[in-house]
């Protein structure tokens, strides 16, 4: 997989692809990254990439001129074209899924806006706009930075462990990941659940898939909606959400 992000300000991804597990893949080559300087293509001295918005209002626009000879100078070069991806407060919603289907294109160019954003015009360069929550940002660097973080972790090799990948919130259930539990087995006089203890993996099973419903109708209930679920479990859900609405009920998690 190859990455690639346009931006005025292309030094700062490399400190974070570096470090860790996404460093250590990028390394053994599972993905290869490159950040362009949107200025490499403008033309006056003072390599300028905005201006002020036609009908007046604050701030300033990036021109369309350097986004639309960077993206077409870059989608020439190398072998795959790049799928071709925007961001802004106003794309569609980034998720697991998204990521996941990302996860199968083979070079993917990414351009950040800055500033109060972009002419529009600049759009019929996208195959696609993602946003990655709803709040704005100072730019779309950040945004490019999570969505190749979520999509290089789900590449082939990335995590070390294949497995972990699989198993997580949001994949495949739909649902929240279940509570988990490291040493030590009592902590300040909390202990974990007995079954986690039992070396009985049906029941360790059973016990995470009902800790995740749990989960997911405690504190994301609108992902219930696509989930699959049985009967028991719609019940079990059910109750936790009456549970909910009545009066302070909780399992004295910090996250409830
Ligand atoms: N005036 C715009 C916001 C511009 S923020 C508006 O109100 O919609 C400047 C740039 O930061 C955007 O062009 C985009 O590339 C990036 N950005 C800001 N918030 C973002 C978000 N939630 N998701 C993705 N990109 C974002």
């Known amino acids: 997989m190859i990455f690639e992000a346009v931006s005025v300000i292309p030094e700062v991804f490399d400190p974070y692809l570096d470090a860790s597990v996404l460093g250590r893949a990028r390394r053994a080559g599972v993905f290869e990254f490159a950040a362009h300087d949107l200025r490499e293509w403008t033309h006056d001295r003072h390599r300028t990439v905005d201006d002020a918005p036609f009908g007046g209002g604050q701030g300033m626009l990036m021109k369309p001129e350097p986004i639309f000879e960077a993206v077409e100078d870059l989608s020439a070069r190398g072998t795959a074209r790049p799928h071709v991806v925007f961001f802004s407060p106003c ?88 509570a988990q539990y490291t040493r030590p087995a009592s902590f300040r006089g909390v202990g974990v659940p007995e079954v986690l203890l039992s070396g009985d993996h049906g029941r360790v099973d059973a016990w995470r898939r009902q800790s995740s419903v749990e989960r997911t109708a405690r504190w994301r209930p609108d992902l219930l909606v696509g989930a699959e679920l049985t009967d028991e479990e719609r019940e079990l859900a059910r109750r936790v959400r009456a549970e909910r609405t009545g009066e302070g009920a909780g399992d004295g998690s910090p996250l409830q």
């Open 91 to 178: 794309g569609a919603p980034f998720d697991e899924r998204a990521a996941e289907r990302l996860s199968h294109e083979e070079r993917l160019l990414f351009v950040c806006g800055r500033y109060e954003g972009m002419d529009e015009r600049v759009y019929a360069l996208a195959d696609e706009v993602l946003s990655v929550g709803d709040y704005v940002l100072t730019g779309g660097e950040l945004a490019a930075l999570v969505v190749i973080d979520a999509v290089a972790r789900l590449l082939p090799g990335a995590l070390g462990d294949d497995m972990s990948a699989v198993d997580e919130s949001f994949s495949p259930s739909g649902l929240l990941e279940y």
